[in-house]
């Protein structure tokens, strides 16, 4: 069996993530260009998107990550979170921009966003890939969205399931587990 078998169908090709990361980083650079911020990553699932939007801002900026632990080895919430690795450097007086793979409860960048706002930053916003909307819990919204997505389970651009397909460079919903 290929390792690609599970894979039901692409969502969004490299040409179109590429495409709308663009945008992204434009509006990024529009609203951040002068204020020094510090992109912060959620490892491990940002870690692609981080790199491929990093690289399109041409001004001062820092980078740092956090990880904190969610989901398992399956696709179920388990609803709490819990950092794993916390970040590097301190944000008090910092421009944060959060970079995230993925909204879908909300639970894990409610949380976040409320450790981070203790610490004292000037500012925190947040830059998610995507967006699932329909399975949301906790109220929070994404400032930069790339994708607006039905409720399915999708991997690939550094997303996974239980550790495999982050290297895929386009993003595709699995089968349903089972099949
Ligand atoms: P939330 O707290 O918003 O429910 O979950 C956010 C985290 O759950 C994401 O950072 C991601 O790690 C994981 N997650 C949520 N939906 C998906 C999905 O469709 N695919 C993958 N691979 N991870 C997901």
Not at 83 to 91: P, Y
Not at 115 to 132: N, T
């Amino acid at each position: 069996m290929a390792w690609t078998d599970q894979i039901d169908r692409v969502l969004f090709t490299r040409e179109q993530i590429a495409a709308r990361v663009d945008e992204l980083a434009r509006q990024v650079r529009h609203d951040y260009c002068s204020l020094n911020p510090t992109l912060i990553g959620i490892l491990t699932g940002s870690f692609v998107f981080m790199a491929d939007l990093l690289r399109r801002l041409d001004f001062d900026l820092q980078v740092d990550f956090m990880a904190v632990s969610s989901y398992e080895d399956g696709t179920a919430s388990s609803g709490k979170v819990r950092i794993t690795k916390d970040l590097d450097r301190d944000v008090a007086g910092k421009h944060v921009l959060i970079v995230e793979d993925i909204i879908d409860t909300g639970q894990t960048l409610k949380q976040l966003t409320g450790v981070l706002a203790d610490r004292g930053p000037a500012s925190v916003r947040l830059c998610c890939l995507l967006d699932k909307p329909s399975r949301r819990v906790a109220e929070i919204s994404a400032d930069y969205t790339g994708f607006t997505i039905p409720d399915a389970f999708v991997v690939g651009y550094g997303l996974d399931y239980a550790q495999a397909y982050r290297h895929l460079p386009y993003i595709a919903v699995l089968k349903p587990q089972g099949d």
